[in-house]
């Protein structure tokens, strides 16, 4: 059997919920939310702030390790400084004596594209010529080294006095006097062209100390070539 839908009396209904209004008969306003960009932003700047630290450690780190290697550059010369001071200096070198060549006067030697011919040498002149414009007076001795000289090669070759060197028995070399030469009856003075198969003469001056003794002279096709040396004695 249905019962009939009837309210309780005694029973009380919840009322209904309106939404608060103000006095003025209004709601209240919803608030506003944070705005999250200004917190992006100080995270960003935060980590270029570490990362700058960051890296500024990195480049002092090679400085100071350059110091400290041109600190340890400077110590080794320290290190040898005692040495110095003991007094344990080197003699000095002399100069090599001359060595005994093979090759003797009157024997033909090569160098390059010349044949040489070495024919006399005389020594112990104080002076050379008759000219007074021309005429040279030693220093020391003037010696004399005559010799002939034969291109072997297929083509002009260049000769120059200046190229040869006189040797004294202490081994110091001396260059040629080539204004003291314009004094002697030579083929070549100061530089000539020799053709191919052509042979010259050639007298070489040289102003030595009156005690030098000449031992040997040492030939040269050129400036650059290796050179052949003739004994003198």
Request: hydrophobic share 40%; proline share 11%.
């Given at each position: 059997?249905?019962?009939?839908?009837?309210?309780?009396?005694?029973?009380?209904?919840?009322?209904?919920?309106?939404?608060?209004?103000?006095?003025?008969?209004?709601?209240?306003?919803?608030?506003?939310?944070?705005?999250?960009?200004?917190?992006?932003?100080?995270?960003?700047?935060?980590?270029?702030?570490?990362?700058?630290?960051?890296?500024?450690?990195?480049?002092?780190?090679?400085?100071?390790?350059?110091?400290?290697?041109?600190?340890?550059?400077?110590?080794?010369?320290?290190?040898?400084?005692?040495?110095?001071?003991?007094?344990?200096?080197?003699?000095?070198?002399?100069?090599?004596?001359?060595?005994?060549?093979?090759?003797?006067?009157?024997?033909?030697?090569?160098?390059?594209?010349?044949?040489?011919?070495?024919?006399?040498?005389?020594?112990?002149?104080?002076?050379?010529?008759?000219?007074p414009?021309?005429?040279?007076?030693?220093?020391?001795?003037?010696?004399?080294?005559?010799?002939?000289?034969?291109?072997?090669?297929?083509?002009?070759?260049?000769?120059?006095p200046?190229?040869?060197?006189?040797?004294?028995?202490?081994?110091?070399?001396?260059?040629?006097?080539?204004?003291?030469?314009?004094?002697?009856?030579?083929?070549?003075?100061?530089?000539?062209?020799?053709?191919p198969?052509?042979?010259?003469?050639?007298?070489?001056v040289?102003?030595?100390?009156?005690d030098?003794?000449?031992?040997?002279?040492e030939?040269?096709?050129?400036?650059?070539?290796?050179?052949?040396?003739?004994?003198?004695?």
């Amino acid at each position: 059997m249905t019962m009939p839908n009837h309210s309780d009396p005694q029973v009380q209904q919840p009322a209904p919920q309106y939404p608060m209004q103000s006095a003025g008969g209004f709601a209240p306003p919803e608030p506003k939310k944070r705005k999250k960009w200004p917190w992006i932003v100080g995270a960003f700047v935060a980590l270029f702030v570490v990362t700058s630290i960051a890296g500024g450690g990195d480049e002092d780190e090679p400085t100071a390790t350059a110091s400290r290697g041109a600190d340890s550059g400077n110590a080794a010369p320290l290190a040898e400084s005692p040495a110095a001071d003991s007094g344990n200096a080197a003699p000095p070198v002399e100069p090599p004596a001359a060595e005994e060549s093979s090759a003797t006067m009157n024997m033909p030697v090569r160098d390059g594209k010349f044949e040489f011919v070495v024919t006399g040498v005389e020594a112990g002149l104080t002076s050379l010529g008759d000219n007074p414009f021309l005429a040279e007076d030693a220093q020391g001795q003037f010696v004399i080294v005559t010799m002939t000289v034969s291109n072997i090669a297929d083509e002009p070759k260049g000769l120059s006095p200046s190229n040869q060197k006189l040797i004294d028995a202490q081994g110091r070399s001396f260059s040629p006097d080539t204004a003291a030469a314009l004094n002697l009856d030579s083929d070549v003075t100061f530089w000539d062209e020799i053709n191919p198969g052509n042979t010259v003469t050639m007298p070489l001056v040289f102003d030595m100390p009156v005690d030098a003794v000449p031992s040997a002279i040492e030939l040269h096709d050129s400036m650059f070539s290796g050179g052949v040396t003739v004994s003198l004695r």
